[in-house]
């Protein structure tokens, strides 16, 4: 008997110095034609991008690299599922949103390959503001009373200076990330308590999900066709929790909230994970790769609704350990629980 499962594609910041070869050790030979449509562009190939002999964050964390290097990986994870499990909704961190569209039908994947090429493109040359990352939860995931909104009080206190542009950019399980620009965010990481890595400013970041963004998505409306777009072939969970099912989709709706208010709004992946265990109620979730960091953020999502009474970290571990709920490809130990069997 299947498996039903919920698959999440990650965004931004997945691909790291472990994944460099990524591609290769796991989808040699697949990339062709994403190869190809780069080239075209002028743009180094995915191909050579994860081929390089060293990790560089100067290269392969600028938007024009990073997306189609992490969609692509991502993408090609999610075609490398088992037939042993059934997706029954698919979902996504920010960029991730893009990949989720290929992986559940509503874009080609070619069309998801020219979707995320072309945002990441324009948000590198543009690099309108940037993002920090900052924790709301203990050491056992269990949110701090009151910090959530003591640090969603200061972003908006900041963004009220003159000269000062700051906002919550995405709800990130029990993690906040604030998007702004260079005083807004500087204002903010004086505030806050500074310990172990926090507040963490994430390099070649946008201010992705905010209103300065708008010039970025303008421009992307202008150079992607409504024709890309299509209906879903599985139901699509969006970063507002909101529900894209399988012939009843407007299509030039999904492409209106893809590069309109997936862009300039703030993206609720906490609540996207939360609608998918409440409406779905799958044995797993499958995280395609690269990386593993996802994981937290999943698992501090579920605790958020004590989803079969998984209350804190302890309770998560033990039941990963007895029963895993969540499958994540990027980590090797876990990737063989979800892969094709060869």
Known sequence: MKQTAVLICPGRGTYNAPELGYLARHHGGKLTAFDAYRAAQGQETVTAL??????????????????PLIYAAALLDAQAISADFDIVAVTGNSMGWYTALAAGGALTPMAGMQVVNTMGTLMQDRLIGGQTLYPFVDENWQVIAGKQHELLDLVRDV??????ALAASIHLGGMLVVAGDEAGLKAFEATVPTFDRYPMRLPNHAAFHTAMQEPVAAEGRSKLGADLFGSPEIPLIDGRGAIWWPEATDIAAL????????VIETYDFTKAVQVAAK??????????GPGGTLG?????SLIGIEWEGI??????????????????????????NAKKRS
Not at 50 to 67: C, L, P, V, Y
Not at 255 to 262: E, F, H, I, V
Not at 279 to 288: N, Q, R, S
């Open 159 to 164: 963004d009220t200076r003159k000269g000062h």
């Open 255 to 262: 492409r209106d909230y893809t590069l309109g208010a997936q």
């Open 279 to 288: 409406e779905f109620a799958p044995d797993v979730f499958i995280v395609t």
């Open 311 to 336: 209350a804190d970290k302890a309770t998560f571990q033990a039941r990963q350990t007895d029963q895993a709920i969540l499958i994540a490809m990027g980590r090797d130990e876990q990737r063989s």
């Open 296 to 300: 937290g953020a999943i698992a501090q």
């Open 50 to 67: 994860d081929g390089m002999a060293k990790f560089s964050a100067r290269i392969h964390t600028r938007g024009d690299n990073a997306s």
